[in-house]
């Protein structure tokens, strides 16, 4: 019987990005946007524009993002040691963000639905109150801007994804706070109400792009793609270029915002520690989980051209 700790060959399970500074930020605009957000839905619909409205919904959207974001924290945090989940709980940020994801498209189609009506059935507009409005929002997002902007600024592959979402949700909704500024101030001198809501369009368009952007960046995380084809090439060379090794299964996937597990099948003639083979992965530092297998060819010919497989 062992009588030694195998706490020495344990892995590491904890995946997950932590950030206190980060959160607390996100704290902060998180306040400041439902606050807008209730001031633009309100005015929006008193005064009649549907930009303004459209930008309090966008708004709305980015409080729900900014309400997962904190709970995507805590939730990793409190379960980061947790034997429930195989890979930790770095994964837990991925499905809020696809999870946002889906209620953005929601939003972006009832948005061009009302843009829609309100151009078949025009509304007096208030511009110089909605104008005020939708400056105090844009505003607000510039200020939440500058809060998350340097906190989500880390090396690529050490960068916290679930900031970084926040800070391009109000980069989004500055973005749309413009367009109804612009909208509304046409209106005023230049008498072309019909522009508010084909801003409101323009509005749910942007969402819908960020929306398909989210959805494409955490599906294929949530599905266990692969990582690039050249880093598996690379794997692969790193490995093969030491004796005779030769690699017959070979399979990497995300388990963290940027954290990829590995499971690595080779076969050679001369088997040599694990450690040997940890060794020459070395360099690859995206790789936070390796298992590998090595199994001894006793036949000849074992490897040959034509039955080396990389799955």
């Not at 904890?14 to 605009?29: A, C, H, L, P, W």
């Not at 801003?199 to 949530?222: Q, S």
Request: glycine letters at 6%; aromatic letters at 10%; a negative charge.
């Amino acid at each position: 019987m062992h009588i030694h700790t195998l706490d020495k060959w344990r892995h590491i399970h904890d995946y997950s990005t932590r950030n206190d500074k980060g959160e607390r930020r996100t704290q902060y605009v998180l306040l400041l946007t439902a606050i807008t957000m209730v001031a633009e839905i309100f005015a929006g619909t008193v005064y009649g524009s549907m930009a303004l409205l459209a930008d309090g919904w966008h708004m709305g959207t980015h409080v729900a993002a900014f309400f997962i974001t904190i709970y995507a924290y805590r939730y990793a945090r409190k379960h980061e040691n947790s034997p429930a989940f195989s890979f930790g709980t770095g994964k837990v940020t991925v499905l809020g963000g696809f999870s946002s994801a889906v209620a953005l498209a929601v939003v972006a189609l009832v948005m061009v639905v009302e843009s829609l009506e309100r151009i078949m059935n025009p509304e007096t507009i208030h511009f110089n109150q909605a104008i005020a409005v939708a400056g105090i929002g844009l505003f607000v997002n510039i200020i939440s801007a500058f809060m998350l902007r340097d906190e989500h600024s880390h090396p690529h592959h050490h960068r916290d994804h679930n900031l970084r979402a926040a800070y391009m949700h109000v980069l989004a909704d500055a973005m749309t706070s413009l367009l109804a500024i612009l909208a509304l101030m046409a209106g005023k001198y230049i008498g072309w109400n019909w522009l508010d809501p084909v801003m409101g369009i323009v509005g749910a368009a942007v969402i819908a792009r960020w929306a398909y952007g989210l959805l494409k960046e955490t599906g294929p995380i949530l599905l266990d793609a692969s990582i690039e084809e050249d880093y598996q090439q690379a794997i692969k060379a790193a490995i093969e270029k030491d004796s005779d090794n030769r690699i017959s299964d070979l399979h990497v996937w995300k388990v963290g915002a940027s954290h990829y597990a590995a499971i690595i099948s080779l076969v050679t003639h001369f088997p040599d520690t694990i450690e040997h083979y940890r060794s020459l992965l070395s360099d690859f530092n995206r790789l936070s989980h390796v298992t590998i297998e090595v199994q001894e060819c006793k036949e000849e010919p074992c490897i040959t051209p034509e039955n080396r497989t990389l799955s």
